[in-house]
């Protein structure tokens, strides 16, 4: 079945710096999701990508979608504290109707 | 005031004993979600409907069962056959079956089993 890896697990970074997350799909994917989870809460909808190579951007955060369809990333320039949490990829393949979580980035931003 | 609802946020059951998760929303989607997360991991996909009256199993549906018998609602019951049901449970609805649209997730329900 279809598979989405993310990495890394775990991002430490100082406030002020960059952080960024991969997601591999093993299929092809039709589009991806990427969501936000704080801690103790549940995931929010960030944005989806769609189109090959695209590109979107939401203030700080940067979104890419590979030209093959299997892969994306989220950059996140200048990490503030507001930005803590667990970001997930959700990736959906041909088979309309569900999506493939990936296990997700936890990142912590030390002020 | 639209959104998902689960109930209750926390649940303490003994072990061998089931136990219904409920998942109501008022956002009119055709299509709901149940996932199962566990600690420093991901969503897992336990069950989905896309319509009612319908639904499939996903990646993780053994020990685990469903109904769609209303738009709004869609339970999980946790039975006794789940080796390991300690976990946090999220549903989430979506407006269109088909290819796209995001999902919205309702505050989850930390099951624990003693």
């Known amino acids: 079945g279809q598979q989405v890896m993310q990495i890394p697990q775990y991002q430490h970074v100082q406030e002020g710096e960059d952080f960024t997350t991969y997601c591999n799909s093993s299929t092809t994917l039709s589009n991806i999701q990427w969501y936000k989870q704080r801690p103790g809460g549940h995931p929010v909808f960030l944005i989806q990508?769609?189109?090959?190579?695209e590109v979107k951007k939401q203030k700080r955060l940067t979104f890419q979608f590979g030209e093959a369809k299997k892969n994306s990333s989220l950059h996140i320039t200048a990490t503030q504290t507001t930005d803590v949490g667990t970001y997930f990829c959700?990736?959906?393949?041909?088979?309309?109707?569900?999506?493939?979580f990936g296990d997700g980035t936890t990142l912590t931003v030390k002020p | 005031d639209g959104g998902i609802t689960q109930s209750p946020k926390y649940l303490f059951r003994k072990e061998g004993q089931n136990v219904t998760l409920s998942c109501e929303q008022n956002?009119?989607?055709?299509?709901m979600y149940w996932y199962r997360q566990d600690p420093g991991q991901g969503l897992r996909l336990i069950y989905y409907?896309?319509?009612?009256?319908?639904?499939q199993k996903g990646d993780i549906a053994e020990g685990y069962s469903v109904s769609r018998e209303k738009k709004e609602s869609f339970p999980l019951t946790v039975t006794s056959a789940q080796k390991n049901p300690t976990a946090f449970y999220l549903c989430?609805?979506?407006?269109?079956?088909?290819?796209?649209?995001?999902?919205?997730f309702g505050p989850g329900t930390r099951l624990t089993v003693l």
């Open positions: 990508l769609v189109k090959s190579g």
């Open positions: 959700a990736g959906e393949g041909t088979n309309a109707g569900k999506s493939t």
């Open positions: 956002l009119n989607h055709d299509a």
């Open positions: 409907s896309q319509i009612v009256n319908d639904f």
């Open positions: 989430a609805s979506r407006q269109d079956r088909g290819v796209g649209n995001e999902q919205f």
